[in-house]
């Protein structure tokens, strides 16, 4: 089975709402996880596909300040969101003020996971992305596409 893939352009509301792509629903459930990403833009996850990043960030040392500040980070912006019966939820305005949404969203798929991207920012960092280094990279370790 195909997991989240494609890209989608929607619109955020002043309310903070968005709606999800409904090839997507299908695959999230009732009920799914939003969560600040390290690249900053957010991801969505499944109930069990969160559970499992849950499982390995509890195995990080505890004792690691850099763990620990991870942890932080990562566990201070998630939130469990439901689709309204017009495929839309609720953003909490913490998570668009850390993604910079305010109107133009672009969500692409990553198979396990999605992303909320604010347009701009998305469009930039897809600008700045070197194909033929990351090919080398691939390459290098045997994987080819």
Not at 46 to 66: C, F, G, H, I, R
Not at 72 to 88: I, K, S, Y
Request: hydrophobic share 40%; glycine share 8%.
């Amino acid at each position: 089975m195909l997991g989240l893939i494609g890209q989608y352009n929607h619109t955020i509301d002043t309310k903070g709402r968005l709606s999800i792509p409904s090839k997507f629903r299908g695959i999230l459930g009732n009920e799914f996880i939003v969560a600040k990403s390290i690249d900053g833009c957010l991801n969505i996850y499944t109930l069990a596909a969160w559970e499992e990043q849950e499982k390995k960030l509890s195995e990080l040392p505890s004792l690691d300040k850099n763990a620990r500040d991870l942890k932080r980070f990562l566990h201070t912006g998630v939130a469990t969101v439901e689709p309204d019966p017009h495929g839309r939820i609720l953003v909490p305005m913490v998570l668009r003020e850390y993604a910079g949404l305010n109107k133009d969203v672009t969500i692409i798929g990553m198979n396990d996971k999605a992303e909320i991207w604010d347009t701009e920012r998305f469009e930039r960092k897809n600008s700045e992305f070197d194909m033929d280094g990351a090919a080398e990279a691939l390459l290098s370790k045997g994987i080819s596409i």
